[in-house]
Structures are given as C-alpha cells and as structure tokens.
DNA sequence: CGCAAACGATTAACATGTTAATTATCGATG
DNA sequence: CATCGATAATTAACATGTTAATCGTTTGCG
C-alpha cells in the first residue's frame, strides 16, 4: 500500500484544506438533535393532518386573543412567505379567521376560530405526553441546562454580529 | 378589568387546555439556535452560490474517496430524495461525477470533480473561519458540553422509541 | 394637498423536507 | 432458470425555506 502523496491528496480533497469533520459541526448536531425529537411530535402530528409548522401557527394562537401577520410569524418562528401560505391552508380549513385592523387596512388580526380551538384542545395532550416522556429520558437537570446553554448560544451569536 | 372565567377561557383556549409557552418547546429552542448560527453560514455560502445542504453534500465528499448515494444521505443527514436533486444539481455543474458500481448495477458511487475539489478549497476556510469566531463568542468549554449534551438527547430519543 | 419613502403582506421562483409510489436490479427459492 | 420479495435510487405530489419582487396602504414632509 502506497502511503504517499497520491493519498493524503485523496483524503484532503487535493489542496491540503482540512476542515472539521462534518460530525463536530454545530449546525449539523443541532439539526440531528432536533430531528431525534422531531421524529415522535412529526408522528403524533401527522395523526392529527396537521404539519409541524401548522401545529406551530395554532400553538401561538392558543396562548393569546388574537395577533397580526408579522407577530404571529415572529412567534412562531416562521418567516413572512411560509406564514402566508399556512394562513391560507388553515383559514381553508376553517381553523383561523382574519380580519383587518381598522386604524391599518395593511395589517390583519388572526384568531383561532372555534374549531381551531377544538383541535387545539385535542392536539395539546398528547404533545404534553411526548414532553413529559422526554423529560424523564433525558432527565429535568439535563434539559434545563440545554435551555441555558442554547440561549446563551442565541446571545453570543447575536453579540457577535454587533462587533 | 374582569378576571372572571371568561378571560381565562380566550387564555386557554376556551377547552382548559393547558400547554407549556411556547418559548419552553425543546424542538422551537434548538431550530432558534441552529438559525442564528446558521444564519452566518449562509451568508458565507450564497457568496459561493451553495445551499446549506449542497455544501453539506461537498463537504462530506472531500472527506472520502467516493461514497455510494445512500452511504452519502447518511452522511450529510439528508433524505434520499433531497439528495437525488442535490445531485442533479451538482452533477449539471460538474462538481460531482457518479458512475455505477460494476457489482451491482442498482447502486452508485458519487466523487468531487477537480472542480469540486476546487470550490471545497475555496470555501472551506471560511467555514473554519467562521467556525473559529464561533468559538470565541461562546467558549470552547460551554461549546463542548453543548455537543455532549445534543449527543446524549439523541441517544436519550433513540433508547425512548426502544421502549 | 401631493408625493416619495417606508411598511405590511403577499406572490414569484427556485431549493429542500416529507411521505408515498415507481423503476430497475438483485437475490433467494422452488 | 423463472419468479417473487427485497433493495437502491428516483420520481411524484404537496408543504415549507429562502430571497427577491410586487402590491396596497400609510406616513412623513415639502
């Protein structure tokens, strides 16, 4: 076996550039993570016909009366583009309604409509059970100090962006 | 201000429903910290013309020789069918080559062009770049428990779905 | 008042995520 | 060796992610 330079050309893509394996990339281990515990919320969801970010859209509706576009995708943590066409998909199904803000006729206040809050009522349950199941798997200490640590992640993030 | 029922039924969702905020939803808190890192990668990328996954998809490459297709949608944690139009995409602009395994005519083996391994070089330091800030920002002690902490969620959901 | 800049929301265009179905090949078995 | 179940990869169909452009409306300001 030749271990000369032919090789380390083949193992460093042919310019001598290394990088980090993919496996210690931050982005990647957030995403794997998330994924994990994706996978039984992605299940539970689908029973219902609902997508996680339609979940997501309703789950934010159901904590306050009633908020605009651009809160409710600043809540929901879905970009401008994507809310508009959930709105769509949720008013056709008769879960949220819209109306126009009288002082503004540019904006529209969205609220869940009776049966948005059915669904709602059904759905929270079980995302409760698959929570508590993950609490006690992961354990309560563990998972609060995730929280912390992912938040400081968000800050120092945001702190660099200043400098 | 009335405090009476009524007001607690458009807090709850009107069903006694109750859901923990949705700022305390694992899932929503690593999606929010995965975008602000990814946000600066991004950034980087669209200079070069990459998505994040076709990037992904290089980087795991200039780590191997060749890969077979599936061996590769392991590897850069992408769906078949995500990868098969990343490698539509990459094949048209000749940053991958893919020829078929003589032993069994089903499957695949994917390399880096030159070419690829020329956009890989290029980019590869500012990822390490911006990877470094990264860690500066956070501190590379509070950086390691994060990982080890994303590693055992992962291996936590694995061992719950056993159960 | 009149008008240009700013703003809220949507649409457009293309890439990826997700699940199901399809296609081509392989492999075991009768 | 013929056939059926399993496998590798792709395609299909629909939903979302991402960036840019568009469309009304509003607001600031001369």
Redesign the pocket.
């Known amino acids: 076996m030749s271990t000369g330079p032919a090789n380390l050309a083949r193992n460093d893509a042919g310019a001598g550039t290394v990088l980090r394996p993919i496996r210690r990339s931050l982005p990647m281990a957030l995403l794997r993570a998330r994924?994990a515990v994706?996978?039984r919320f992605?299940?539970m969801l689908?029973d219902h016909g609902l997508?996680?970010?339609?979940w997501r859209v309703i789950r934010v509706l159901a904590e306050r009366e009633a908020l605009?576009?651009?809160?409710?995708?600043t809540h929901s943590?879905?970009?401008?583009?994507?809310?508009?066409?959930?709105?769509?998909?949720l008013e056709r199904k008769r879960l949220v309604r819209?109306r126009a803000?009288n002082?503004?006729?540019?904006?529209?206040?969205v609220s869940l409509t009776a049966q948005g809050r059915r669904v709602f009522a059904q759905v929270a349950p079980s995302s409760e059970a698959i929570y508590r199941d993950l609490e006690r798997a992961f354990g309560e200490e563990r998972l609060e100090t995730l929280y912390l640590l992912l938040g400081d992640l968000e800050s120092a993030v945001a702190a660099e962006r200043m400098a």
Request: net charge positive; proline share 5%.
């Open positions: 994924e994706m996978e992605r299940a689908r997508t996680e970010q339609q605009e576009v651009s809160q409710l995708a943590f879905l970009l401008p583009p994507s809310l508009s066409r959930i709105l769509k998909f819209r803000v002082a503004d006729q540019r904006r529209q206040e």
